[in-house]
């Protein structure tokens, strides 16, 4: 089997006296049949029954293979940092969806507060409703019962409300529907849309409570609601309504497209339940935030490792 060899030196001789000098050379390939060590300075070779002496090298000769391979450095290729570029960008795009949970979070903050701050006069901000979704109004009118309608299926939000055990509600069941009834404002020319809360789907067909006369309500701002995906379609001329389309409930009803949810301390007995609001804003920033630190750090040890590893020395 023949043998590589990584040689630095100075000089050598062979057996019979012959001196070759070979001070100018750093490294020499040699191939052997054989090799054996006589100690780290001095090495033994054997070659067609040749023998091959060095000589002990001096403190002033040449580096040791060792001491060459130690200071050998692999060449940088001018790619090389151009592959920074992958952990750079991820951790940068790791930290702006950082900074956009803290926004989401801080926004979806702000909106809580909304609802449960004062109410402001409706009429008085009639013109800036586009802005004020979330922000609790309070208005005075009556109810027209006889355009009530629903929406849903829907799940009960079981919210700043007093039921018993023993009423309709007690089950808290999780099917039912939102009650939506025009509502005309006291002394303007003026009918909006109020949810005045959620039922179960068991009194659906059941009277439900009325208040007659002028009433004084407090309501949170709702906007037009997109169609949810794989959703069916509200068909308004069936009164079949599964999202909030208000500008179209708004032209069945003869109302004008201004949604309310109903906010309210104390419900009926027999319903419906108020407070249909919860803050709904997608936040998975945090989820973005993981994913985009953990290809930072994997690309970036992946970078590391590759620039670490040496290439084979040639001659």
């Known amino acids: 089997m023949k043998i590589t060899l990584f040689l630095v030196f100075q000089s050598y001789q062979y057996k019979d006296g012959k001196k070759i000098n070979l001070s100018n050379l ?35 000769t040449h580096k040791t293979l060792s001491e060459v391979r130690q200071n050998t450095k692999k060449p940088k290729s001018p790619y090389r940092n151009l592959l920074l570029i992958v952990p750079i960008s991820t951790f940068l795009l790791g930290t702006w969806q950082l900074q956009r949970r803290q926004w989401k979070l801080k926004l979806i ?21 586009d802005t004020l979704e979330y922000r609790t109004v ?27 055990v023993g009423n309709l509600f007690g089950t808290r069941n999780t099917n039912g529907w939102n009650v939506i009834t025009p509502f005309k404002v006291e002394n303007q020319d003026l009918t909006i849309l109020i949810n005045r809360g959620w039922i179960p789907e068991k009194s659906k067909r059941l009277p439900r409570s009325q208040i007659e006369g002028i009433v004084e309500i407090n309501g949170v701002v709702r906007k037009q609601e997109n169609r949810p995906p794989f959703n069916t379609s509200n068909i308004p001329e069936k009164g079949l309504w599964y999202y909030r389309d208000i ?31 919860t803050v709904s804003i997608r936040n ?13 750090l994997c690309t970036l040890a992946m970078w590391y490792k590759g620039s670490k590893k040496m290439v084979p020395i040639s001659f």
């Open 26 to 60: 750093a490294c020499k390939t040699l191939i052997y049949n054989n090799c054996q060590y006589k100690n780290n300075n001095r090495l033994l070779l054997l070659c067609d029954n040749i023998k091959i002496h060095l000589i002990k090298r001096s403190k002033t």
């Open 138 to 164: 309070k208005v005075k009118g009556q109810y027209l019962y006889e355009k009530e309608f629903l929406i849903g299926p829907r799940a009960a939000i079981y919210h700043n409300n007093n039921t018993d």
């Open 109 to 129: 903050e702000d909106l809580e507060r909304q609802i449960t701050a004062d109410p402001i006069d409706l009429i008085e901000n009639v013109n800036q409703l």
């Open 247 to 277: 500008k179209t409930m708004a032209k069945v009803a003869g109302t004008s497209p201004i949604f309310l949810d109903l906010w309210s301390k104390v419900d009926p007995p027999d319903g419906p339940i108020s407070c249909q609001t």
């Open 284 to 296: 998975e920033h945090f989820s973005y935030m993981i994913t985009w630190y953990t290809l930072s």
